[in-house]
């Protein structure tokens, strides 16, 4: 089962994140039951949320496992969020 949301990550966080969301009970573990953060998270920093539910999931919250996921999803997010921005300004220049 892992395997099969690592795969779904690997193609799409949101998905993966998604399927997490529905298939199993990670989500509500790693952000307490709530469902607002995580929503944000799916729209806004894709790579964060799932890194950081998986590494919840591996060790807990304050684990090494977690908080190396936060800053390489955060990484990624940041990454991709500046390459859109970049190939836009060069779609859209004059």
Do not use: K, N
Request: aromatic fraction near 12%.
């Amino acid at each position: 089962m892992g395997c099969l949301f690592l795969l779904l990550v690997a193609v799409s966080p949101r998905l993966g994140l998604v399927a997490m969301w529905l298939l199993t009970d990670w989500v509500e573990r790693a952000f307490g039951g709530g469902w607002i953060l995580p929503l944000l998270g799916l729209i806004l920093l894709p790579w964060t949320t799932t890194l950081y539910t998986i590494g919840y999931i591996i060790g807990g919250a304050a684990a090494p496992w977690g908080i190396l996921g936060i800053f390489i999803g955060l990484f990624l997010d940041v990454a991709l969020h500046a390459g859109s921005l970049g190939e836009g300004r060069r779609r859209y220049a004059a």
